[in-house]
């Protein structure tokens, strides 16, 4: 009987440590799952951001041109400086504004005014483009330009909203 208790002692042994590495195994699994998880709702609320500030932007520069002459583009960055937001902390905002309409008064991107005899008055159209980055995207390290990819890696998110707003 004492040979068979030391063999029971020894089998309790290797079921606690089998027991110990599944559940090292599971915990890490769990573990994976809510990182990513995580990372899924950040960039989630990221995007709906950008959405919630292009139309923010886009509703601001049809005050600013209902207020002024003539405006052409407005750029900000929210968040931190354009290095910082190129590194993933912030977002910039560029809109680009253009007239349509028979008024003289402001012309188009090419320099000429585009008359349209049925416009009683100007018509503005409005670009917003929103740029962010994700922290953990390789071109954020280095804080590089916005326009060229590198590393087969999109250079970074870009929301694009366009509005045709009658003045």
């Known amino acids: 009987m004492i040979i068979f208790n030391k063999n029971r002692k020894a089998f309790s042994m290797i079921t ?6 599944l559940m090292a195994t599971v915990g ?17 609320y990221r995007k709906e951001q950008a959405i919630l ?9 049809i005050m600013a041109a209902t207020a002024q002459t003539c405006i052409r583009n407005i750029t900000s960055d929210i968040d931190g400086t354009q290095a910082q937001t190129k590194k993933g902390q912030g977002y910039h905002v560029e809109v680009k504004i253009q007239y349509l309409g028979t008024s003289a008064l402001c012309t188009n991107y090419i ?25 953990e995207h390789p071109d954020a390290m280095s804080g590089a330009a916005w326009g060229t990819p590198t590393l087969n890696y999109k250079p970074g998110i870009t929301y694009h909203r366009r509005t045709l707003q009658r003045l």
Do not use: C, W
């Open 28 to 44: 890490g699994f769990i573990l994976n799952l809510s990182g990513k998880m995580v990372q899924e709702t950040t960039t989630q």
């Open 111 to 135: 320099g000429t005014a585009i008359n349209r005899p049925t416009a009683i008055d100007n018509i503005i159209l409005v670009d917003t483009y929103v740029h962010y980055r994700e922290p």
């Open 53 to 61: 500030y292009a139309k923010s932007y886009t509703e601001y520069a």
């Open 16 to 21: 606690a440590i089998f027991v110990i590495l």
